[in-house]
């Protein structure tokens, strides 16, 4: 069971540059014919991040200059979480023509919407770094620690693509659920409004993994070291995930042709 | 190596899920209450195949016919490792290669050469590989200069060509075929007769579903008829065809 797994896993490594060739051609599809193609992501993005900024930096009480950079790495980080969790569900139901025709590992479909989103993200990064640009602020040497939470998210994100990929295949039930589920974490988990607001019941944060897995991010980014305890939360979450998920990978991949 | 395919006591079936059968909340509200409806864990179940056995080696031409629903395209699939088998197993030695939708992957909004590029990665080939089937397509498909313009704007005899000319530009040692593929205007349709008889001589064992009678007369050495999922007769082409015309 595990070693079919493992093969599959081998197999799409192997494959990655047609992961790659389809995650590219998704993005470029859905822009082909429009002027300045896939920018309209950026642009929306910034858009966005600019309107809000203004808005809750006023409701908030918030200096401009600390709100704007934090705003716009969480919506940009976010936006990359939530259609990278909403995409799952479809990693594999939406191939269903591909899986019934040809043998491909599994892990090539998940790791095309892994992709997919990361060249969304890099896309939308020239917002935060615009804003960054204009307000002179510069990030410090503690960026750097955003780079190992990074590869750890798309670790996640993998594991996430591949289990509910295939829960949402088996039961139609699930996509809808999680669609509101990501919509209440947009506005439980510190995206918009900052911790420190949250005035004595900060430390409960760390319980919800969406915040923590954000935090490991966005605090290097926003020259701040994440406490221990958010460190901990989301290494415990990941390893959760992670083993979850190939456990359920290693039992049901011989099933998800029938599923789409 | 030479190819072999060797199919043992192959079960195989399809779970009804989305119909009214096995829902989250039936699984969970039949789970809580101990109440594990009819349909119970097992789930209820399409039995598509039921205890095929062949062994093929390499000159073998294999046939199979039998109604809609025989179980001929599931078999195909399980053949293909598609679809995993419940119950025995399947072997496969040799390159394989399975027809089952000639237009797989076809992307109307890509050029004809994207889409033969894409085609080829679908297909694990490498580079040299693709940069051949590159040729040997647009070769085959005479598309000239549209080559490079999207399929959406191709005539539809355009694609047929395409579709037909990325279909038949691999050439495994076992060739699983879903209908014999051929349509197009009568000029292509001779070029493409003698392309796919090429393709097929060239494969060491084919694997045939298809409702022509002359098609399995003039290319297989053996049939299977499948009904319901078993197989009814198995044997020589001019005894199993005619068992066949009689029973159905």
Known sequence: MFRSAWSDLTSAVQLARLSWSLALLDITLR?????????????????????????????????????????????????????????????????????????????????????????????????????????????????????????????????????????????????????????????????????????????????????????????????????????????????????????????????????? | MSAELLVQNLSLHFPLLHGSARSLKKTIVGNVTGRVSSDGNAGMVVQALRNIDFHLTPGDRLGLVGRNGAGKTTLLRALAGIYEPQGGRVRVQGSLHALLDPNLGMNPDLTGRENIRLRGQYQFLSNAEIRRMEEDVADFAELGDFLDLPVRIYSSGMIVRLGFALATSIRPQVLLMDEWLLAGDANFLEKARLRLEDLVRGAEILVLSTHLASVIEEWCTRVIWLDQGRVRADGNVADVLAAYAAGT
């Open chain 1, 31 to 260: 822009y082909r014919g429009s002027v300045i193609g896939p920018f309209w992501l950026t642009l929306s993005t910034g858009v966005m991040i600019g309107s809000m900024g203004f808005l809750y930096a006023e409701l908030f009480q918030m200096d401009m200059r600390t709100y704007f950079p934090f705003l716009a790495l969480s919506i940009v980080l976010w936006n990359y979480l939530s259609a990278l969790v909403s995409d799952s569900a479809n990693s594999f139901m939406g191939q269903e023509a591909l899986i019934r025709s040809v043998r491909m590992p599994f892990l090539v479909y998940s790791t095309r919407i892994v992709l997919r989103n990361l060249l969304v993200l890099l896309h939308n990064v020239v917002v935060v770094v615009v804003v960054y640009v204009v307000l002179r602020k510069s990030p410090s040497m503690v960026g750097f620690l955003a780079v190992p939470a990074f590869l750890l998210w798309q670790v996640v994100s993998l594991a996430v693509a591949t289990s509910l990929g295939a829960l949402c295949a088996r039961f139609r039930d699930i996509p809808p659920i999680v669609g509101s589920v990501m919509q209440i974490a947009f506005f439980v988990s510190g995206v918009i409004w900052q911790p420190s607001q949250l005035k004595g019941y900060e430390h409960l944060l760390a319980l919800n993994p969406f915040f923590s897995m954000l935090e490991i991010v966005r605090g290097p980014l926003l020259g701040e070291v994440p406490s221990w305890t958010i460190y901990i939360s989301a290494l415990s979450y990941s390893a959760i995930v992670i083993v979850l998920s190939t456990v359920l990978f290693a039992r049901v991949r011989g099933r998800i042709a029938y599923w789409v």
